[in-house]
């Protein structure tokens, strides 16, 4: 058994990325953000569906020109070539995220 709290690191400049596992079709990551930020301009455009949960923090996302407030227990599908960014993440407490990516 595993805990999604275990492993998490001290966060820098750069934001944690874990691969909690990985299948044909699917991919589950843990991303662990603090007070971390999209460049401007820059838009994630990704090509595989994305479920994330916001398992603890709060976060703000800029959807296709919408801004969308989350906190922890909050879920969104994101299909893909779905531009996104994140737009703000909270620093305490620190945000970690589930997602998990449908790969064609």
Request: proline share 3%; with cysteine.
């Amino acid at each position: 058994m595993k805990n999604i709290f275990d492993g998490i690191t001290a966060v820098g400049e750069e934001e944690q990325f874990d691969l909690l596992m990985k299948g044909t079709h699917y991919r589950i990551d843990r991303i662990v953000s603090s007070g971390h930020s999209s460049p401007q301009g820059f838009w994630y455009d990704q090509e595989d569906d994305e479920w994330i949960l916001l398992v603890q923090g709060k976060a703000t996302l800029e959807v296709e020109g919408k801004f969308i407030d989350m906190k922890a227990g909050d879920y969104m599908f994101l299909p893909k070539n779905c531009k996104h960014r994140i737009e703000k993440t909270s620093v305490e407490p620190i945000c970690i995220w589930l997602c998990f990516f449908s790969i064609e």
